[in-house]
């Protein structure tokens, strides 16, 4: 039996844990998708502000996006979806955000009138003139004759257009009559009057081409603020009601090399800007990964929006897990307990725990909670023992620079995941003081550093505080935890 085999035998039609991103699972995005419990909020505020959403690497900010795209679109709104900046710098200054943002909205925006464009004759004369400089500015176009002709088209009605492509289709015959016409008179008038010489057209044309003019003098004075405000007030008198500008993926920009530092510089020149953020022509909703926006969230205006954190609590795990399986096997299997051989509340409530309320997480171990059952038995439903080795090899092979940041500069030495990793899995317990990790580790005089940094990345938190001011911290990742449980030296993959 081969693992097809295997999990087809299980009811699964496909199989549910092999892809990891929303937007590889676009055909079943309805029926695997599960709101999260703050999602009416979220959609609610959208009605009439902007929305910064928060949230670890795996817990579904993307396939948040997606569904909120898909939910809002219709004929009155505009989605305009940015998750590519490699035409932003990454020290971009007000004046090159206002463009970047303008360039996005202008293509949006012209890709669906490209669908109506007789619908730029509701406009005015002097609106169109303005609507082509937007054309010309920020819509890239193949060749420069193609951009002119899609100037052309809003600046020149149809019929215009039309009675030129007529003359100018007929022009040779009329070229060539006339100048038959003319040799004949020439021939005759030469034999009168011989003295004069013969009369020679060569190849002028006396029907020259006609083409309609295009005013292209645009100046770049203009690219400021007031054009993104001139371009949205444009947008409306399409019957637009509605532009909401989705800002999704910055921290997988590969110039940042998973530097939170970096990546929170460059989503607080956006955050931090209160003519993006807060403004009365378009909406923003921005997905950040919490690690570098807690960083700059002192510097957000969040009074003045909506932030929401996007978390998952064990029993809407789980939900989410019986709507995926259900979605991959038709039906068949409408609780995940089903996949289990024996003890079937125990075993979802352990891989729930190690999946560190993370969906993405839950996949992986799910996964290799299979294919061990698979390599241990194939005959039987996941059994404990497949748990426990599935999670074992989840926790050895985790890629622990998904999840959490590093120094775009850093030495191999350096304080990242992996060395904080090395020391804490010394500790004996999940819960310790700063002095403890002292003692165990030997951290010395960096300990407290450490500490802020594991803290600052969601590695550890603050447990509580006892007398004298001393903090007590746990270990907050349960891949770390299982880690140091069973003395796994993870720092080697580094």
Request: hydrophobic share 35%.
């Given at each position: 039996?081969?693992?097809?085999?295997?999990?087809?035998?299980?009811?699964?039609?496909?199989?549910?844990?092999?892809?990891?991103?929303?937007?590889?699972?676009?055909?079943?995005?309805?029926?695997?998708?599960?709101?999260?419990?703050?999602?009416?909020?979220?959609?609610?505020?959208?009605?009439?502000?902007?929305?910064?959403?928060?949230?670890?690497?795996?817990?579904?900010?993307?396939?948040?996006?997606?569904?909120?795209?898909?939910?809002?679109?219709?004929?009155?709104?505009?989605?305009?979806?940015?998750?590519?900046?490699?035409?932003?710098?990454?020290?971009?200054?007000?004046?090159?955000?206002?463009?970047?943002?303008?360039?996005?909205?202008?293509?949006?925006?012209?890709?669906?009138?490209?669908?109506?464009?007789?619908?730029?004759?509701?406009?005015?004369?002097?609106?169109?003139?303005?609507?082509?400089?937007?054309?010309?500015?920020?819509?890239?176009?193949?060749?420069?004759?193609?951009?002119?002709?899609?100037?052309?088209?809003?600046?020149?009605?149809?019929?215009?257009?039309?009675?030129?492509?007529?003359?100018?289709?007929?022009?040779?015959?009329?070229?060539?009559?006339?100048?038959?016409?003319?040799?004949?008179?020439?021939?005759?008038?030469?034999?009168?009057?011989?003295?004069?010489?013969?009369?020679?057209?060569?190849?002028?044309?006396?029907?020259?081409?006609?083409?309609?003019?295009?005013?292209?003098?645009?100046t770049p004075e203009d690219r400021s603020y007031y054009l993104l405000e001139k371009l949205c007030e444009l947008i409306g008198k399409a019957k637009i009601n509605d532009i909401i500008v989705s800002i999704d993926k910055i921290d997988e920009d590969p110039r940042f090399r998973n530097d939170a530092e970096r990546i929170s510089k460059f989503v607080g020149g956006i955050a931090s800007n209160n003519k993006i953020i807060i403004n009365g022509g378009f909406k923003v909703v921005l997905f950040v990964w919490s690690t570098p926006f807690n960083m700059i969230k002192s510097n957000t205006r969040t009074q003045k929006i909506v932030l929401q954190p996007l978390s998952w609590s064990r029993r809407e795990l789980k939900e989410v897990a019986d709507k995926r399986i259900s979605a991959f096997s038709n039906g068949k299997l409408d609780d995940l307990k089903l996949l289990f051989d024996s003890n079937a509340e125990i075993c979802i409530n352990r891989i729930i725990e190690m999946s560190n309320e993370n969906p993405r997480d839950l996949w992986h171990i799910l996964h290799q909670a299979l294919v061990s059952q698979f390599e241990l038995d194939s005959s039987k439903k996941i059994t404990t023992d497949a748990i426990n080795a599935g999670i074992d090899k989840f926790v050895k092979e985790f890629n622990y620079y998904e999840y959490y940041p590093r120094k775009s500069n850093a030495r191999a030495d350096s304080m990242d995941i992996y060395s904080f990793a090395k020391h804490l899995i010394k500790l004996d317990s999940d819960?310790?003081?700063?002095?403890?990790?002292?003692?165990?580790?030997?951290?010395?005089?960096?300990?407290?550093?450490?500490?802020?940094?594991?803290?600052?990345?969601?590695?550890?938190?603050?447990?509580?505080?006892?007398?004298?001011?001393?903090?007590?911290?746990?270990?907050?990742?349960?891949?770390?935890?299982y880690a140091r449980q069973d003395n796994i030296d993870i720092s080697t993959q580094s």
């Open positions: 039996m081969d693992f097809e085999h295997y999990y087809k035998t299980m009811g699964f039609d496909a199989y549910p844990f092999s892809v990891y991103t929303a937007e590889s699972e676009l055909d079943k995005a309805e029926s695997i998708y599960k709101k999260p419990s703050n999602h009416s909020v979220i959609d609610e505020a959208l009605n009439g502000c902007s929305v910064i959403i928060t949230g670890e690497r795996g817990t579904g900010k993307t396939a948040l996006n997606l569904d909120i795209m898909r939910r809002k679109k219709s004929d009155n709104t505009l989605i305009v979806r940015i998750d590519e900046f490699s035409k932003l710098d990454e020290e971009f200054d007000h004046e090159q955000l206002y463009e970047f943002i303008t360039a996005q909205i202008s293509g949006a925006f012209f890709k669906i009138m490209s669908l109506n464009p007789t619908a730029f004759w509701k406009y005015s004369s002097d609106e169109r003139k303005y609507l082509s400089m937007y054309l010309h500015l920020y819509v890239p176009a193949s060749t420069k004759s193609q951009l002119r002709g899609q100037i052309k088209k809003i600046q020149h009605g149809i019929s215009k257009r039309t009675a030129i492509w007529f003359y100018n289709s007929s022009r040779i015959i009329l070229n060539y009559g006339l100048k038959a016409a003319t040799k004949i008179v020439s021939d005759s008038l030469t034999k009168h009057f011989s003295a004069l010489p013969e009369f020679d057209s060569g190849d002028s044309e006396y029907f020259k081409r006609l083409d309609a003019e295009i005013d292209d003098s645009f819960e310790f003081t700063k002095n403890m990790l002292n003692e165990k580790a030997g951290t010395g005089g960096s300990t407290n550093k450490y500490v802020v940094s594991m803290v600052s990345m969601g590695l550890i938190r603050i447990k509580k505080k006892i007398e004298q001011g001393v903090v007590i911290y746990e270990i907050k990742d349960p891949k770390i935890r």
